[in-house]
């Protein structure tokens, strides 16, 4: 499979490893310093591209792929309120998006995990329920979309919950979100229920980011040739 990455940072080098490994071309490379040979001659020699790169950005990266007929991985996050943009482009064009805000497979089945337990909880009006993500200090934006992914989870299932803030808060029924940034962080999420006599928590850490290559990689084999717009729930069979 041939593949076109765009954004070349330490996401991009850490796909092309694992890509190369597995028999893929890399036969497109972008990043801020060649955008210009971000063309539809260069990209069109690619069977499906990998988009890591930013909230700014990563709308018009992805769009762009759409528009020329290239499938299209996209793991860049904070930009979802153009999501209803980009599916229905994707259904214009007949197209294929592959979005997750983490391609970890430990961490979709952290989702899963998440959710059942939000389910749990819910009768227990005891418990609070809180968040913590720790990421390195290059990350761009916070809370980190896997942080934003998992506490919608949350807000759907628990309904003393209405929303999310990325701040201290004390209205009960705010999920709050913690947010720190230090290095080295590949990435650890908490989610913590405690009452007045105990507490449990889930977490998941990363401890490189070859699981998210390899996430990634495996979603591009996924979307070779195929329609829609699909997470990594469809493409894990989960």
Request: glycine share 8%; with cysteine.
């Amino acid at each position: 499979m041939k593949i076109a990455l765009i954004g070349y940072g330490k996401m991009g080098k850490a796909i092309e490893e694992n890509a190369i490994a597995k028999g893929h071309e890399i036969v497109l490379k972008i990043d801020i310093t060649n955008a210009h040979e971000f063309t539809q001659s260069n990209l069109q020699k690619a069977d499906v591209a990998i988009e890591f790169t930013g909230p700014h950005s990563a709308f018009d990266n992805i769009t762009k792929c759409i528009e020329l007929g290239v499938p299209v991985v996209s793991g860049s996050t904070g930009w979802l309120e153009k999501w209803d943009d980009v599916k229905k482009l994707c259904d214009q064009k007949e197209g294929c998006l592959v979005y997750s805000s983490n391609y970890s497979i430990g961490v979709n089945l952290f989702f899963e995990i998440n959710k059942q337990l939000a389910l749990i909880m819910e009768p227990y009006n005891e418990y609070n329920v809180s968040m913590t993500e720790l990421h390195h200090t290059e990350k761009k934006d916070a809370p980190s979309g896997t942080a934003i992914s998992l506490a919608e989870q949350i807000l759907e299932r628990i309904g003393r919950k209405n929303k999310w803030v990325n701040a201290a808060s004390a209205n009960p029924t705010d999920l709050i979100i913690h947010s720190e940034r230090i290095d080295p962080a590949p990435g650890t999420h908490t989610v913590s229920y405690e009452s007045d006599i105990d507490r449990i928590d889930i977490i998941h850490t990363a401890h490189t980011r070859k699981g998210f290559a390899a996430g990634a990689v495996l979603a591009a084999e996924f979307a070779n040739k195929k329609k829609g717009t699909f997470t990594m729930k469809q493409v894990l069979g989960l």
